[in-house]
């Protein structure tokens, strides 16, 4: 069975630009849930989405923005790219919004220079 | 705020020793905790869970160990290996607003293991 699919795995945007990062979660998990990783740091929570609906939000601002589809599967936007957004960008999968034993993906590796 | 935290930022030990990774937290509300394993340039590996219910909990060469008292919880590795070297980060889960009904993992900044042949 397929583990957590992110992609891609490593980008390069300029400052000001948009991107959009995918993430396709375990089969049969309905909930998935974005982190941002700064280097050396633990992942910070970003959004989770349950049954398409957004049912968590952590301190960032509206330049981040996110949606599920009727698959499950996720895209994280961010708009006007700053040079502090670059991190490893995590997707996590469960099967509820409980997060009980959620499953990350590899990580999508976000430089913005 | 409410926070969770690791005592070291570095841990060094010789292969075959036994590591213990502690963590501190300070919700007393906390009730459900995870350990994760982070290797370099992947995502974090789910360990071990534990419930505020339990005190003690066991997997394959794993042990959490979990002190309400003084809100601390520990993870023990037997028979420490080579491919046991990673960040390990232990992550409370609970909702951003002390909702339970809406949960999101509070990560600490990390423990790295380092282990000696």
């Known amino acids: 069975d397929a583990g957590v699919t992110q992609s891609p795995t490593h980008l390069i945007k300029t400052r000001g630009q948009h991107v959009t990062l995918r993430c396709s979660p375990i089969s049969g998990h309905k909930s998935v849930s974005w982190y941002q990783q700064v280097l050396g740091q633990g992942p910070q929570f970003i959004f989770q989405?349950?049954?398409?609906?957004?049912?968590g939000r952590g301190n960032f601002p509206d330049r981040f923005s996110a949606r599920q589809f009727p698959n499950y599967s996720s895209e994280l936007n961010v708009n006007a790219l700053l040079l502090g957004d670059s991190a490893l960008y995590l997707c996590?999968?469960?099967?509820?919004?409980?997060?009980?034993?959620?499953?990350f993906g590899q990580g999508t590796r976000l430089t913005v220079v | 705020g409410e926070s969770v935290g690791l005592h070291l930022p570095t841990l060094s030990v010789q292969e075959g020793d036994n590591s213990i990774i502690n963590c501190a937290y300070s919700n007393s509300a906390s009730d459900y905790f995870i350990w994760y394993k982070q290797e370099s340039g992947k995502g974090p590996q789910f360990i071990i869970d534990i419930r505020s219910n339990m005190d003690k909990r066991q997997g394959q060469r794993v042990t959490v160990l979990l002190n309400k008292t003084v809100k601390h919880l520990s993870l023990q590795i037997a028979a420490t290996q080579p491919g046991d070297s990673a960040v390990y980060f232990c992550a409370e889960n609970r909702g951003p607003l002390g909702d339970t009904g809406r949960r999101a993992l509070t990560f600490g900044s990390g423990t790295r293991l380092q282990v000696q042949p």
């Open positions: 996590a999968s469960s099967l509820g919004t409980l997060n009980t034993e959620a499953f």
């Open positions: 989405y349950y049954e398409k609906e957004e049912r």
